[in-house]
């Protein structure tokens, strides 16, 4: 099996590193629910459970135009406030 390193995707930025899938999933549900796409890369080897270094590493991703945002979003998760992807607190004036 050829080992091949991941390139990043064009346009789209990290905003956050975790070790757990879990983590990565809620915050991808929590960005994508204020109107953000995300993406999810992982260097793990799905059968084996084990995090080795960055061979464990999950990665969320957002485009570059979002990453503040996304960041602000993920800070106020964190407190329990709500951000859209506008940045009103409390989902104040959100449109789907």
């Known amino acids: 099996m050829e080992n091949e390193k991941k390139e990043p995707i064009k346009g789209w930025v990290e905003v956050l590193v975790t070790y757990d ?8 549900d ?3 629910s204020g109107g953000i796409p995300v993406v999810i890369r992982s260097g793990k080897v799905r059968p084996f459970p084990v995090n080795i ?4 590493a999950v ?3 957002v485009r570059k135009e979002d ?13 329990d406030i709500i951000y859209d992807k506008e940045g009103h607190e409390n989902g104040e004036n959100f449109t789907e």
């Open 59 to 61: 990665k969320v991703l």
């Open 67 to 79: 990453k503040e945002a996304a960041e602000k979003i993920i800070k106020g998760s964190n407190n």
């Open 21 to 28: 899938l879990i983590e990565a999933e809620i915050v991808k």
């Open 30 to 32: 929590i960005l994508e």
């Open 53 to 56: 270094g960055k061979m464990g």
